[in-house]
Every structure is written in C-alpha cells, then in structure tokens.
C-alpha cells in the first residue's frame, strides 16, 4: 500500500496478474504433462475469474476447472473459446444450461452419464468428463463400476474426452496412497484407452509428476505452496494490507481487545488495523496471528474482531506508525502457507476467504 490506506474501505487486496501468469508457465514446464490446465473454482481462488480466466488463456492456458455451473457461467464469458469442465458434476434439470455455455460437466455416477447421454442421443453429442474415485470415497464412479461400464454403448453416447480423478494425499512425499491410487487409475485408463486421463493437482506435479495427459493445478497457481515444508517454487501472487487507524502507548497490565484475552507484560505500543473476521480474516488467529509494519512482524494484540485487529507494534520502526501509514497482512514475507498455521487451518481456506470488502487492485 503506499501512503494512506484506502479510501472507504479497511483493507487492499492487490492480485499480480502477472505473477499469476508466471506460476502457470512454471507448472506447466515441470508438470512434464502435454497439457496444464488450470483450476478457477471459488471465484480463482478468490483471485476473480473476470480477471484470472483472460490472463491465464494470454499465457497459453486453455482448459480450466470449476466446482459450479454458476462458476462455469462466469468462466465462459471470461474464456469464450477455453474447454471448461464442471468438477461437482451434473445436478438434476441443468442440461440445458450445460449445453447453452458449452460447459462439460465431469459425471461421476452411473446415473449422471446415463441421463447425460440421453441428451446427446437427442441434442447432439456434447463433451464430458469422467470421474473416477482411487480412493478419496468424495465423487466419482469406484473403480470396478468404471471398469464394468468400459464397454456400454452408454459411455459412447456420453462423449466422454477426459478420465480423471483425485489424489487424496498429493502434497505428502512418497505417500504409498498416491501410488495405490496412480495404479488403479492406469487400470482404469486401460479400460479407456481412447480417453485423455488427469490426475494430478498443484502438489502431484511437483510430487508424483504428470503421469497422465493434463496436469490440474489450481492453489499453486495463486502462489500457495505445492511442497509444505520445503521452500516453495511459486511467486506470491495476492497481498494483503491494512490502514492503521490509531496507535496508542499502554502500560504494564493493561489488557487489549474483547474479554481482555491480552495483557501487557511490559509498556507496549499497539496500534489498531481497519480489517478484522468479517473481512475474511479468521478470528482464529487470535493469539498466533502477525502483520508487518516497516519490515518488522508484529503479534496480533488480543481478539481479532470484527472489523479491526490490534497489533502490538512496539518493535516496529518509530517513524511507520502514522495514522493510515500500512500495515501488510499477506505479503513481506508472511506468506499465503503461514497466515493459513497461524489461523489453524491451510493456506487454501486463507485465499478462498478472503473476503469481498477490499479495495482490489489488479496489476499486470
Ligand atoms: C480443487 C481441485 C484441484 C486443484 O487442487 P489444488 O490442490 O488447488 O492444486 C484439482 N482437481 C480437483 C478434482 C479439485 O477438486
């Protein structure tokens, strides 16, 4: 953020377009899969798909994923020529809109490919994909259903042009699951062989490689990190900042936010940030949360609230600590996979979250 925080709003989200565009070619160069698509469900990620869809089909990109039809509906105005695949599969009465946006759902029961297949036999064949469950017992069809189904002339009339399904510990090194689940996939493929097959996510790239025709990285993309635990490859491509509104000296003893929940050990300075859990930021980070304020990072000060989060800034820099001088949440070095420990939960819920209350900014 440069000098005030933003006008009329607590915080600024500032997604790099370009970066977004970077980690897509970096994935696609060590997928070592023909093709890499990406994923823009939850609105890319929070990212937006009005702006992430067009930067990623510039750079190359030319299939993507949602979980919704409405999703769908976004993503094919934002791509108008890209292949785009339903992931949650094909609810009751939505044929029609499926057909009318050009979206292919990705079938996952015996009685979504049927009915999807009787809409072909009297519209026209239109593509689909087919789930197939290793595993993650979530979606698809199970693997000897898939295996018995091979040869129904119903498969034929479903168009299908894609086989995948889903990794269920992908960002665990040399998890044996991953490759139970490769195996029986590759059983599957075999029953299928005409078919373009899609296993691996963000972290099966870098993890168990391709292994199949189109690799289906999503989180990655938005610069969260495919490798936990080890330095992450992808540039951070959302940053997150705050106003300060108000700096105040306490003394020793002096508790700050909601049910006093923290005290001063010592005389500290605090100052109040304009963001707080309705703008997305969990208030489970109360206790273990951090911003940085001139290059220092600084522990959050009692209860993260609802529109405001107190910092304890007394390492930070004298001459930062203005009344709307910034301080920065997500970026600095706090990144995407850090925020997500310190709220208890992972980085992917930090950036699906976040919330629709900040000034966006966009650059290319
Ligand atoms: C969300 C999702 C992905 C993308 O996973 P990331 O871990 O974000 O890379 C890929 N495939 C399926 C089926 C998904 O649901």
């Not at 006008?7 to 370009?18: C, E, M, V, Y």
């Not at 993503?75 to 890209?82: D, S, T």
């Not at 990190?225 to 900042?241: A, T």
Request: aromatic share 6%; hydrophobic share 40%.
């Amino acid at each position: 953020m440069t000098e005030s925080h933003p006008i009329g709003h607590g915080g600024r989200l500032t997604i790099d377009l370009a970066a977004l565009r970077a980690n897509w070619r970096h994935l696609a160069d060590v997928a070592e899969c023909p093709e890499t698509a990406a994923v823009i469900k939850a609105d890319a990620y929070g990212c937006g798909i009005a702006r992430a869809a067009p930067a990623l089909w510039a750079e190359g990109c030319r299939t993507f994923f949602v979980a919704h039809l409405s999703e769908g509906l976004t993503a094919r105005k934002a791509a108008p020529e890209a292949a785009i695949y339903v992931l949650n599969g094909f609810p009751p009465g939505t044929a029609q809109a499926y057909r009318d946006a050009d979206l292919r759902p990705v079938l996952g029961s015996r009685e979504e490919v049927a009915e999807w297949a009787a809409r072909n036999r009297a519209g026209g064949m239109r593509p689909a994909a087919l789930h197939v469950d290793t595993g993650m017992n979530r979606l698809g069809l199970s693997v000897p259903e898939a295996l018995a189904l091979a040869s129904d002339p119903m498969m034929a009339e479903a168009g299908l042009d894609l086989l995948m399904s889903h990794l269920v510990s992908a960002e665990v090194e040399h998890d044996p699951l991953t490759d139970h689940q490769a195996s029986e996939f590759d059983r599957v493929r075999a029953a299928y062989p005409h078919l373009r097959a899609s296993l691996a996510n963000s972290s099966g790239d870098f993890l168990a490689s391709c292994r199949a025709d189109l690799a289906r990285p999503g989180y990655a993309l938005y610069g969260g990190n495919p490798r936990p635990g080890r330095g992450n490859p992808m540039r951070p491509v959302v940053r997150l900042e705050a106003g300060i509104l108000q700096v105040r000296d306490v003394d020793a003893g002096a508790t700050a936010g909601y049910n006093a929940r923290w005290t001063a050990r010592g005389p500290r300075r605090l100052a109040t940030l304009s963001l707080g859990y309705a703008d997305g930021y969990p208030r489970s980070s109360t206790g273990r949360g951090e911003a940085v304020v001139g290059g220092v990072r600084c522990p959050f000060a009692g209860n993260v609230s609802m529109d405001l989060i107190i910092l304890d800034v007394t390492g930070a820099p004298e001459e930062v600590l203005r009344r709307g001088a910034p301080a920065t949440l997500i970026g600095d070095g706090l990144d995407l996979d850090t925020v997500g420990r310190n709220a208890g939960t992972i980085g992917y819920e930090i950036l699906t979250g976040l919330g629709r209350r900040y000034e966006r900014v966009y650059r290319d």
